[in-house]
Structure formats: structure tokens, C-alpha cells
């Protein structure tokens, strides 16, 4: 199966196939308390050792946030210091960065329920853009800009783990999130239309229970299918009064974690490497070629990892699978580590998840760096079969 793409987005922008992503949310969590996580993971102090140790896996692409409330303290007066500072040193180290301008966090006086969020979010995208250009006029520009609208309308919509705090109202959570989102790519295409949109969603597989009836198969059914709701704003294809529309679908991020697959009813999880498998279990390839199939777009796995002893275990299947889709003429154009220096939780800041390329030592501060060498031989078992699975000319980006 060779794609067919629309001439706008067959060009692959992404300098490496495999990404590094450092984790950057700036939220309040669950307690109301503000959480900083390039700092608190030392990203920020250790910046340019950081995108040498990545290249020596050949990751020369990054994702990384601006962190929205740091940027915007006071409504629409914005501090690109520290953002201009890495910017530096990714020109200077060849090292490409595309960048979330909301990764879970608003300024503290914004929620996605505030009536002027959508104006100030597209205000922030168009003076993103500015910034940019004034400095790199000519570079290519790639943004997500909101990181998983699925997964924040939950949190905040429906169980109360981040602002607004709300229960049942992920749906007009969700409205609000799309409506800023859509106002602000529109703003930045107006500025820059070369402009590339990531987005970055959640890839999830709803199953009924075992033995189903008809209704539990139809709740799964439409439980599923609503993963897709953000994007389909986006597209225009569901509450086109937000303004979405075809011309903004660009590059499809899916993010997959071990947990992405439960039952609707126990909402337990499929087990990714039961010795018995779960038969409702879904490989990975399946589900990318799915999204694919729906969009008619390039996508990527923008976020995936393991915590714990299996980091070796999944990288491999992450490689087997993404092998397969690429095979299989898929366009699937990058795999992000995410994340690529180990963190903790969100609301209880230990114990650190051991999910990284890199482990935390924490003993110091900020946290050193431990490469995990089980993760890493296994990351270079499955860029060889990625690898091995690309045609010649595009074997240069593994």
C-alpha cells in the first residue's frame, strides 16, 4: 500500500526518524500547584550535553514546549528568553526542534473554559511565529500546538486532575481547547503559511468486555471513536462551528504507552506481552494504519516508553512494529522516545517513572544523567529494523 498524498504535505520535514522527547509540562496538577519539568529534570541546566549524548543515537530531531505560563506572565507581553536561549543551541548543535507551545499548562489567570482563551492562544501563536522568523526567517517550522486535547479535556474536564477542575465537562473542555487551537493555527498560517501543524493525540483501543452484548460492543465502539473527536475538529468534520477545516490536517502525531488498550466496562488494561495474549488485544501496526487510513495524512508515534524493567522489551516491539507499517507503504515519518530524560509524576514528584533513555541520578541537583544500556541496545536492535524496512533513499534518516 504506497500513501497518496495532497502536494501541501508529502514533504517529510523531520531531520532524524528517531526523536527525543524531553518532558515539558508546566501544569498545575491535581494539588493546584504548578509543575516545571525542564527544570526539575535538569533538561534546561544541561541543555547542550543533553543534545550531544542524543546524537550519539542518531537523534538529530527534538520536541520540545516553550512552557505557555512562563512565556506569558501577563496577558499578550511575552518572555522569549529561555526559549531563544534553546534555540541557540539547537542551531548550534544541528539538533531540529519542533515545539509545543501548550504541553498540559496555561498562564494562571487562563482555563480552557475563560471566553478570551482562544484569542490569547492564537495571540501567542502569532507572536511565536514572529519570534521565529525575525531570527530564522528562512528555516523550516514545525508546531503542535496543544499537546493531547483528548487526554487534557479528561483530566481537566471530567476528573478534576488539572485546571479547570471540572467533572463532566470534557466535552466543552475539548470545544475550548479545539477552538483556541484552531484560531491559532489559522493565525500562524496567516504569518508563516509554510508552517507545519503536529499533532499529537492519543492512540487508544476500546474493547467490550468477554463474553459482550450488543451494547456493551456498541458503548466500546463509541468510546473509541471518540479519540478522534480533536482531530476531527481540527478537520472541520465534527463541530464545524469551532472553524476547522481540511487544510489544517498537515502531520498526525499519535502518542502510544502501554496502557493505551482497556476494557470499557473494568477499564483494566490489555496486557501488551501476556504469555496467553489477550484476543482482543490490537497490534500497534493495526491501529497506525488505521489512523492513516481515516486521515489520509503522514503521521508519526510522537510519544511512546516504558517505565520499569520492560524499557528493552517494548522498544523492540515498538521497532517491529513500526517496521511493519513502513513496509507496508504507510508514511509514518518518526518515532518519539518520550521521554528521553527520566521524570516523575505530576502530582507526586517521587518516585521518577524509569522510563527514560537516560535515568535520573538523583543524587544530585539538578538530576545527573545514567544511560539505561539494556534500553539502549535495544533501541539500536529496532533502528535496524526500521531500517532494514525503508526504502534506500530514506534509510539516511534512521
Not at 273 to 285: E, M, T
Request: aromatic share 12%.
Amino acid at each position: 500500500m504506497r500513501s497518496t498524498l495532497p502536494a501541501s504535505v508529502a514533504e517529510n520535514p523531520f531531520r532524524s526518524f528517531w526523536w527525543a522527547g524531553y518532558e515539558c509540562t508546566d501544569q498545575l496538577n491535581a494539588f493546584g500547584n504548578r509543575v516545571d519539568f525542564l527544570p526539575l529534570t535538569g533538561h534546561l541546566q544541561f541543555l547542550q550535553q543533553d543534545y550531544v549524548d542524543i546524537q550519539t543515537f542518531n537523534l538529530h530531531t527534538v520536541r520540545e514546549g516553550i512552557r505557555w505560563s512562563q512565556v506569558e506572565k501577563t496577558a499578550y507581553q511575552y518572555d522569549w528568553r529561555t526559549v531563544e536561549a534553546m534555540l541557540a543551541e539547537g542551531h548550534r548543535q544541528g539538533i531540529q526542534q519542533v515545539w509545543d507551545l501548550c504541553h498540559f499548562g496555561y498562564p494562571d489567570d487562563l482555563t480552557p473554559l475563560h471566553p478570551m482563551f482562544a484569542r490569547r492562544f492564537a495571540a501567542l501563536g502569532r507572536a511565536f511565529v514572529r519570534f521565529y522568523r525575525d531570527r530564522y526567517p528562512d528555516e523550516p517550522l514545525i508546531v503542535t500546538p496543544i499537546n493531547e486535547v483528548s487526554f487534557m479535556s479528561w483530566l481537566g474536564g471530567d476528573v478534576r486532575g488539572t485546571s479547570p477542575y471540572c467533572t463532566r465537562q470534557g466535552w466543552e473542555v475539548k470545544r475550548g481547547l479545539m477552538r483556541g487551537y484552531i484560531e491559532c493555527v489559522a493565525a500562524m498560517r496567516e504569518i508563516a503559511p509554510s508552517i507545519r501543524i503536529l499533532t499529537t493525540e492519543p492512540l487508544v483501543h476500546i474493547v467490550p468486555p468477554l463474553p459482550a452484548t450488543d451494547a456493551d460492543r456498541a458503548r466500546a465502539a463509541e468510546a473509541h471513536n471518540n479519540q478522534f473527536q480533536s482531530v476531527d475538529m481540527l478537520a472541520g468534520r465534527l463541530s464545524p462551528d469551532l472553524g476547522g477545516s481540511p487544510e489544517f490536517l498537515d502531520i498526525l502525531g499519535f502518542n502510544y504507552y502501554y496502557n493505551n488498550q482497556w476494557d470499557v466496562n473494568t477499564h483494566k488494561w490489555l496486557g501488551w506481552a501476556d504469555a496467553v495474549p489477550d484476543p482482543r488485544w490490537v497490534p500497534l501496526r493495526k491501529l497506525l494504519t488505521d489512523a492513516y487510513n481515516r486521515y489520509n495524512r503522514p503521521i508519526a508515534l510522537t510519544e511512546t516508553s516504558h517505565p520499569g524493567v520492560d524499557r528493552p522489551q517494548w522498544i523492540r516491539m515498538i521497532g517491529q512494529e513500526c517496521a511493519a507499517v513502513v513496509q507496508a507503504g504507510v508514511p509514518l515519518w518518526g518515532v518519539c522516545l518520550y521521554p528521553i530524560i527520566d521524570r516523575p509524576d505530576w502530582d507526586h514528584l517521587t518516585p521518577w517513572h524509569k522510563a527514560g533513555l537516560w535515568d535520573a541520578d538523583l543524587s544530585t541537583t539538578p538530576p545527573g544523567r545514567i544511560l539505561h544500556e539494556p534500553y539502549a541496545q535495544a533501541l539500536l536492535q529496532a533502528q535496524a529494523d526500521v531500517a532494514a524496512a525503508m526504502p534506500v533513499a530514506e534509510q539516511m534518516l534512521i
